[in-house]
């Protein structure tokens, strides 16, 4: 049975890091590489985000019950993790009930009014999801406050700590560059990492 992983990374088409969450997803479809895992955040993702009218707090719900269902987390930190602010406007907080609100599709429609006219603190130890974090640091409290095994790789051949966001600097010591080269001298994910740090051996 696989093991349902959750993989946070930076998804932007242009200078994310998608080439590394394709390199894991490639590892669960070959033949050569032993890795049997569900990536939790790929296969759940869209059923809130689907609505046009899906709000930052939603989507941040979602990954509670995403992270929640998953046995470690892996979090892919590239050089513009740290400059990422998506998710983390949210006025509900500090402007209260009917303060405006700008969906997460950021439609061309503008604002609309905040849904909640009351908000009350998670009873079942999540992280709340009316925050003015960005979907990447929720995604990180959230899985350290639920005890998940936590992967930190950089999209590098090399450590690069000053790529971590101030949130998962304490982490330092454990993140790890992501890429490797084989004995052709290819590049290549470094495989045996990630099989090891998941519990594979």
Not at 16 to 40: F, I, M, N, P
Not at 75 to 86: L, N, P, W
Not at 182 to 200: F, M, R, S, T
Request: a neutral charge; proline letters at 3%; glycine letters at 6%.
């Amino acid at each position: 049975m696989g093991k349902r992983v959750y993989i946070s990374a930076d998804y932007s088409e242009s200078n994310g890091d998608r080439d590394v969450v394709d390199e894991l997803h490639a590892w669960c479809q070959d033949s050569k590489h032993k890795v049997d895992y569900v990536d939790t955040a790929q296969v759940v993702s869209g059923s809130v985000s689907k609505d046009e009218d899906c709000r930052p707090c939603e989507l941040k719900k979602e990954f509670n019950d995403q992270i929640n269902a998953s046995s470690a987390a892996i979090f892919v930190v590239g050089d513009k993790t740290s400059s990422r602010t998506a998710g983390s406007v949210c006025r509900r907080a500090s402007e209260g009930p009917y303060c405006p609100c700008t969906p997460y599709k950021q439609n061309t429609n503008g604002t609309s009014r905040c849904k909640w006219l009351t908000t009350v603190s998670s009873t079942n130890g999540d992280l709340g999801n009316i925050n003015t974090y960005s979907y990447l640091e929720h995604e990180f409290r959230q899985a350290v406050r639920k005890d998940k095994t936590i992967i930190i790789v950089y999209n590098s051949f090399y450590r690069q700590p000053d790529w971590l966001p101030s949130y998962m600097k304490t982490y330092e010591d454990e993140a790890r560059p992501f890429w490797t080269r084989n004995a052709l001298g290819y590049k290549v994910g470094d495989y045996q990492y990630i099989k090891q740090a998941l519990g594979y051996e």
